[in-house]
């Protein structure tokens, strides 16, 4: 059974950092590729960043300069670093692996608000 785990949201303050974690069982996660999307209130799901097995990255505009994407295949982990958060990152974010099939996880909350 493919899991795919969510874990790092919260509130946090403009101009704040926060990091989310993805955790994987079930898939040879190593020749996945993977993704963080987010959908704020009232909007589309939409593509955040994405890390190909092969390590190359790509980022929506909106955050090149402010997030990171990275994966740790030891650890079957996903991770997203945002840095410079703004009200408009509020949103559920997340997970994707894609390889054959789409898996995605349940979401975790960020907030930001003063």
């Known amino acids: 059974q493919v899991q795919l785990v969510e874990s790092g949201g919260g509130l946090v303050q403009p101009g704040g950092s926060l990091r989310l974690s993805c955790a994987a069982s079930?898939?040879?996660?190593?020749?996945?590729?993977l993704g963080w999307y987010r959908q704020a209130p009232g909007k589309e799901r939409e593509l955040v960043a994405l890390?190909?097995?092969?390590?190359?990255?790509n980022y929506a505009d909106s955050v090149k300069g402010r997030f990171t994407i990275s994966r740790d295949n030891a650890k079957n982990t996903v991770y997203l670093q945002m840095n410079s958060l703004k009200p408009d990152d509020t949103a559920v974010y997340f997970c994707n692996a894609y390889y054959d099939t789409h898996y995605w996880g349940k979401g975790t909350l960020v907030t930001v608000s003063s």
């Open positions: 079930g898939i040879i996660f190593r020749i996945y590729h």
């Open positions: 890390i190909a097995s092969g390590l190359s990255t």
